[in-house]
């Protein structure tokens, strides 16, 4: 395996890394896209991709320049023969993608109708995009809540996740929060004395770790994310049999953060038993020579005070608490009586025609008697018109454009509405920073280096 497309996805795609299908504007099918020479699972072309939009083998995808169109196999995959294999997004995503991009649906029929022959061609398509922490976070499969990007991108920024830097994940989850902080400290080949970025992760549901793990793999970031299966509360955040990560940054994604709060001190406080469960003295998991940049991510605010007080206690400061309230905005010209694919979607139940006649009605009169100015202040080459105001050349150019038109507002208004589906699971985040260890030594250092009153 070598470096995740996740961060290096080169120009193009390759065979055993993961490709991203969009079928639709936001319906992404995840592929791991495998060289099979030869029948393969019933089918002639190898491995095979099925989706209402047609067929695309996995070989018509190896090797594309990534955002390549590809086109649905015209030769039978034997799909029509078979029952058709689901896969993640389809249904879904039917009738978005034929509205959208013209596709035509390939319904499968589970009438046997014999493996070889030869189909109608679909005139589908898809296109191949490279992962991203983003699609990857709206196409992963879901094992529990996660953290959207709105939220991640306003975190990691609020942590201080950057090139090189070592994070503190508890728990992995699904991994959503674990790619885009991986692809936030990645640093490629470090030089000497260089740290390498590292997500330090971890999960105590035993499924869920396996198949975390195995996703890691798969996308090539086990080495910038290490994964243990552990219950922090009791467990802390040590690696490697009592190793500190040394850690600047920590996102706790938990149930009851404060619990595993006081594992994350620099000195060990009272109710830290776990991380000495080996015997060996207690050891923080935080860099001593840096501040720590804490967020915990919880939904309720019962929750979110007792974080606060349990940072409090333990010496956190700079304590404070956000919301992230994301809003996608639908920007279109609204066309009366026409019910164009783009409106669909948007509410148009409310839509008063009558009313938006006389609307336009009294639109187009206003537009009348707005113009006149400015076309005689054309016509006689002036930049005023007759009421002696100012007229932009962009403004004038616009008029003019306008007023050949008999029904200028034709386009329609231009309207602004949120769309309905808010896709973020919204929660209370919590921010706090310990500051870093000073000893007598740094302090003897630091004098050296900046004497005081010089
Ligand atoms: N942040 C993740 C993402 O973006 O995909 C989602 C995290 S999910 C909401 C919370 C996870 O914390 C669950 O998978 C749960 O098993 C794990 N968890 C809960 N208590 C834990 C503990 N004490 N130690 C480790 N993991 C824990």
């Not at 976070?137 to 950057?162: G, K, M, N």
């Not at 000195?267 to 840096?290: C, D, F, H, I, Y």
Request: with cysteine.
């Amino acid at each position: 395996q070598g470096i995740s497309p996740f961060l290096e996805p080169g120009p193009r795609t390759k065979a055993n890394s993961l490709a991203i299908l969009q079928l639709s504007r936001d319906n992404f099918l995840p592929v791991h896209l495998q060289h099979a020479t030869g029948e393969h699972d019933g089918y002639a072309e190898g491995v095979v991709v099925n989706t209402r939009f047609g067929s695309f083998p996995h070989s018509t995808m190896i090797g594309v320049p990534w955002g390549s169109q590809i086109r649905a196999s015209k030769v039978d995959t034997g799909s029509r023969g078979r029952k058709r294999k689901r896969v993640p997004g389809d249904d879904a995503a039917r009738d978005e993608n034929e509205n959208e991009n013209g596709n035509e649906s390939a319904e499968p029929t589970d009438t046997p109708s014999g493996p070889k022959q030869a189909i109608a061609a679909s005139s589908g398509f898809v296109h191949v995009l490279p992962p991203t922490p983003e699609i990857w976070t709206t196409s992963l499969p879901h094992r529990t809540q996660v953290v959207y990007t709105p939220d991640y991108s306003y975190i990691l920024h609020r942590i201080r996740a950057r090139p090189g830097a070592v994070i503190i994940e508890a728990g992995a989850g699904s991994g959503s929060f674990s790619h885009a902080s991986a692809r936030a400290v990645y640093n490629g080949y470090p030089k000497e004395g260089e740290r390498k970025g590292k997500v330090i992760s971890f999960e105590y549901h035993e499924e869920r770790y396996k198949k975390m793990k195995e996703e890691l793999s798969q996308h090539g970031l086990q080495g910038i994310v290490h994964l243990t299966h552990r219950d922090v509360y009791k467990g802390g955040f040590l690696i490697n049999d009592g190793e500190s990560p040394e850690a600047e940054a920590v996102f706790l994604d938990l149930p009851a953060p404060w619990d595993a709060l006081p594992a994350l001190s620099r000195q060990r406080p009272e109710g830290a038993e776990g991380a000495t469960e080996s015997g060996k003295p207690w050891v923080s998991p935080l860099n001593p020579k840096k501040n720590a940049y804490i967020c915990t991510f919880s939904p309720c605010i019962e929750q979110v005070t007792k974080t606060v007080s349990a940072m409090r206690r333990l010496g956190w400061v700079d304590i404070d608490m956000v919301e992230i309230a994301n809003r996608k905005l639908h920007t279109a010209r609204d066309r009366v009586g026409l019910n164009l694919p783009q409106d669909r979607g948007v509410n148009n139940s409310a839509r008063d025609v009558e009313e938006a006649i006389s609307k336009l009605a009294e639109i187009e009169e206003k537009f009348r008697q707005h113009a006149r100015p400015a076309r005689s202040a054309e016509n006689t080459g002036s930049k005023h018109g007759d009421n002696g105001k100012a007229v932009s050349n962009r403004k004038g150019a616009r008029e003019e454009e306008t007023s050949t038109s008999s029904r200028p507002w034709a386009d329609g208004r231009l309207i602004v509405r949120g769309e309905p589906e808010i896709k973020t699971h919204t929660s209370y985040l919590v921010f706090a920073i310990l500051p870093r260890e000073w000893s007598e030594e740094d302090e003897a250092e630091a004098l050296a280096k900046y004497p005081l009153g010089q």
